[in-house]
């Protein structure tokens, strides 16, 4: 099979012998071409890879303490029927964990500091049918939780903060006190810290709390359990099933699944990586229109060769080929480039960031601000492909007026002056 002299010729002039001044220049003008383009689809691979990893983590470890669906009672008071509402939610088949619990606000206080917390009445028995973390804490420090023991499990951050550890004791003090002559005096509870958990997510680290149900139902006066805690079988379909159970729950009930519950900061995620999509896509649009200067130079400096091969029968669509094919050999192996660059960082992130950090002795992600403290990756093929073909396109794009040029040399004009 005869190789087209169209790839042959053009792949020749991707090489762009280095015999004058000129054509050095040009050949170093293609191969800035082609770093561009490689830099900007490795930049793109490696900030998508960090954003989608980044994405991942705070979702994983935020559904290791937050559960798939959570069901309220109307203005925080104690559900109705607890067991109606566990048989209901049991009876749907998506429903593969169920656990009732109290969500309250309280302030814990250890000599003169003082912190605001999440408090969460749990059933220990139950709860680690729900969320990973009390799954992993079920042999631990939840069954050191017993009614009317009141021990308390902190957070990590939170226990430092307060400077406690296991066996001290701590005050609970409750939102909504005791009304008396003197006016309203504030619940107070000594409690006892029974354990810690570190669930890699700062937010919750920092400021929940965790005791038995009974003991929070006695601290808050409630008669009972305020929602119900629910794991599903594919987290990607919460949705769905919230709507369902919606309309097959009894009673004035309020549910919300883990995507309404962080909407926000999910909406703002997505938003962010289509802005950086679109910005660092620019890069590579500006690196592949880098290829008009190189082949409009290559096409003026070629004028008589182009002259020539007219000369001998070649066709203007062949000549326009030609740079077609060059400008395309540039787009393709700084694509190719790219993607090998991209994806070897984005797959040793882990080992790289760490490196550079002892290197400059910084931290690229304090906890306390990014909720994670180590840089993840997730390469997907649905940001990869889209890059490596956007690449592919502005490239090819960027051949079209140059080529065009090349097929309109008069070879009478070129050859007059050589």
Known sequence: ???????????????????????????????????????????????????????????????????????????????PDLNRTLAEVRANPAVIGAAPFIAAQAL????????????????????????????????????RLVSGGFGVVLGVDLARSLGVREGDVITLIAPSGQVTPAGVVPRLKQMTVVGTFSSGHY?????????????AA???????PTGVRLKIRDLHQARAVADQLATSLSGDLLIRDWTRQ??????????????????????????????????????????????????????????????????????????LAGLLLGLGVA???????????????ASFLPKDIYLISRMPSDPQRSDILPVAVISLVLAFLATIYPSWRASRVNPAEALRYE
């Open 347 to 361: 797959f040793n992130i882990d080992v790289i960031v760490p490196a550079l950090e002892n290197l400059l002795h």
């Open 218 to 224: 006695r601290i808050f006066r409630l008669e009972g």
């Open 108 to 143: 814990l206080a250890r000599g003169d500091d003082m912190k605001g917390a999440m408090v969460r009445g749990i059933d220990p028995a139950l709860e680690p049918s729900v969320t990973d973390l009390a799954g992993e804490l079920k042999n631990t420090v939840l069954k």
């Open 262 to 335: 962080n909407r926000t900061w999910f909406a703002a995620v997505q938003l962010e990586k289509r802005m950086m999509f679109i910005i660092l896509t620019l890069i590579v649009a500006v690196a592949a229109f880098n290829l008009v200067s190189t082949l409009v130079m290559t096409v003026t400096d070629k004028r008589a060769d182009i002259a020539i091969l007219r000369t001998l029968g070649a066709s203007p669509g062949s000549i326009m080929g030609i740079f077609v094919v060059q400008g395309a050999m540039v787009g393709v192996i700084g694509t």
């Open 1 to 79: 099979m005869q190789i087209p002299y169209e790839l042959i010729l053009g792949w020749r002039y991707t090489r762009a012998g280095r015999s004058t001044r000129r054509n050095g220049f040009i050949s170093f003008i293609s191969g800035v071409s082609m770093l561009g383009i490689a830099l900007g689809v490795g930049a793109l691979i490696i900030v998508l890879s960090v954003m989608n990893g980044f994405q991942k983590e705070v979702r994983d470890r935020m559904l290791g303490v937050v559960s798939h669906i959570e069901i309220y009672a109307q203005g925080g008071a104690a559900l």
């Open 203 to 215: 937010e919750y680290d920092s400021a929940l709390v965790m005791l038995h149900q009974d003991d």
